[in-house]
């Protein structure tokens, strides 16, 4: 009898400290100390043996079985410990780690990719990007830029006022900032005023609502020449490097000489018609395309900034006005204005 506890100890212990999980360890302790185990037989018999057996036989089951209960704890410790350290390893969570990536939702408008693009080639040459109100004064609107109150050529733009204030309108164009950035700093300067722009206007290729940028260079000794050479490179960004450019004389209040720019027709190459011989319907057939109004800076314009440090004795300069709208209406091949601001996802996905 004593053998067989031995046995069933040594067999037990060495099971025990081979299990590998915790419902291994419960399957033994079933086994070996559970009501139908062996031992627990042997125990519970006890009292039916010989006499002189008894003492012996009871001793060396209890050690047994004292001994498998302490071998089944620790082994169980043991286990628990592994089996968290195992489920923390596998449940990790990096809480530095950034949140998941922000899906993609959109991307800038064309008409923002438009102006960043004209921003960027004038920003490679050197110029600065300005903003200004579009609410504006009259002064900054008309005045200074060389319209005289009740000057025909403010009834040039269909301009909207602010009734209750006749002084103060939405901005037609951008070149008011022209007098407000040298206002703001003496010469040389060299900027470029991207932003909104309102006229009363409506139909496929006129919106209330619409986009310039300015350009301005005031130095000593600017020339037409400077601003021809200034607007090929813009033009050569925006329409490719083989653009020419065309100056027609044309009349705005605040340029002398004053010139409207034609770009040569990127789709015909300039000649005016395509590879089959049929017109060129993006030039009509001209081979130039119309793109923007330019010239040199008046006197009177810089005479508003005299005490800014503007002398049309010392300074001179060119200045012109891009419309983004047309531009982006041009490289794409979108065909009605309208459609910029439809807010149709249809049709603003495709210039992603
Ligand atoms: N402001 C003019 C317009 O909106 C465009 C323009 C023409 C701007 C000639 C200029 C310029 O700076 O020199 O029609």
Not at 319 to 329: D, L, N, P, Q, S
Request: glycine share 10%.
């Amino acid at each position: 009898m004593l053998e067989r506890i031995e046995a069933i100890r040594a067999e037990a212990a060495g099971a025990i400290e081979g299990a590998g999980s915790s419902a291994e360890l419960e399957e033994l302790r079933v086994r070996y100390l559970g009501r139908k185990a062996e031992l627990t037989g042997v125990l519970r018999g006890i009292a039916e043996l010989p006499q002189e057996e008894r003492g012996q036989v009871g001793g060396a089951a209890n050690r047994a079985r004292k001994e498998l209960e302490a071998l089944l704890e620790q082994r169980a410790e043991a286990l628990d410990a592994t089996e968290l350290e195992a489920q923390l390893v596998t449940d990790r969570i990096d809480v530095t780690l950034p949140g998941a990536p922000p899906r993609p939702v959109g991307h800038p408008h064309l008409i923002a990719r438009t102006t960043r693009l004209i921003e960027d080639t004038m920003v490679g040459l050197g110029y600065h990007v300005a903003e200004g109100p579009e609410i504006e004064h009259d002064y900054y609107n008309f005045t200074a830029l060389n319209h005289p109150p009740g000057h025909p050529a403010r009834m040039l733009q269909d301009t909207f006022y602010v009734q209750s204030h006749p002084d103060v309108l939405l901005r037609t164009h951008t070149s008011p900032m022209q007098v407000r950035s040298m206002e703001a700093k003496p010469p040389p300067i060299f900027v470029v005023v991207p932003g909104k722009v309102y006229r009363r206007d409506s139909d496929a290729t006129h919106s209330p609502m619409f986009h310039q940028v300015e350009g301005l260079a005031i130095a000593a000794g600017l020339t037409l020449a400077d601003l021809q050479g200034t607007l090929l490179a813009m033009c050569r960004a925006l329409f490719g490097g083989d653009r020419e450019l065309r100056l027609r004389p044309h009349f705005f209040p605040f340029t002398e000489p004053s010139v409207e720019v034609d770009v040569s027709c990127f789709q015909c190459g300039g000649r005016g018609e395509l590879a089959g011989g049929e017109r060129c319907n993006l030039c009509k057939g001209q081979g130039w395309i119309e793109i923007l109004g330019a010239g040199m800076v008046d006197p009177n314009v810089l005479g508003f900034v005299e005490p800014h440090g503007y002398d049309p004795e010392q300074v001179q300069g060119f200045a012109f006005g891009i419309g983004v709208e047309r531009v982006a209406m041009l490289r794409h091949g979108v065909p009605d204005l309208r459609r910029f601001f439809d807010n149709d996802v249809r049709m603003l996905e495709q210039f992603s």
